[in-house]
């Protein structure tokens, strides 16, 4: 379960334990989960991701297990994230799919395991 706050993001499990937080100094705008236990969101400016595990954490920012995809000139809406596929709502309201760059993500989801 995610909990999405105007500047905070926490990850909790289904009873609402948390497993990690993250403090944004933008507004987060929209996520979605992703298969590999990482949460995928967009603030005003970036597509970010952040990465948890199932045991208790400390912030994300510790932890370095946060990271940016891309740098965004309009506020999206994502909806969700398949196979380095990024779906989004824009701005105008129409439904994007984007590749992203995923390496730097790849490598952290890699060593995590």
Not at 1 to 26: H, R
Not at 39 to 51: A, D
Not at 65 to 86: E, Q, R
């Amino acid at each position: 379960v995610a909990l999405v706050a105007k500047n905070m993001i926490m990850i909790c499990t289904n009873e609402l334990k948390p497993l990690c937080s993250t403090k944004e100094s933008a507004k987060i705008k929209c996520g979605s989960f992703d298969s590999e236990s990482g949460f995928i969101y967009s603030t005003n400016s970036h597509i970010k991701y952040l990465l948890f595990t199932d045991k208790m954490q400390y912030t994300v920012e510790h932890l370095n297990n946060s990271g940016i995809f891309k740098s965004i000139d309009n506020p999206v809406y994502v909806c969700g994230f398949v196979n380095k596929h990024l779906f989004f709502i824009s701005r105008e309201g129409k439904v994007v799919r984007e590749e992203l760059n995923t390496s730097e993500y790849d490598l952290k989801v890699a060593l995590k395991r």
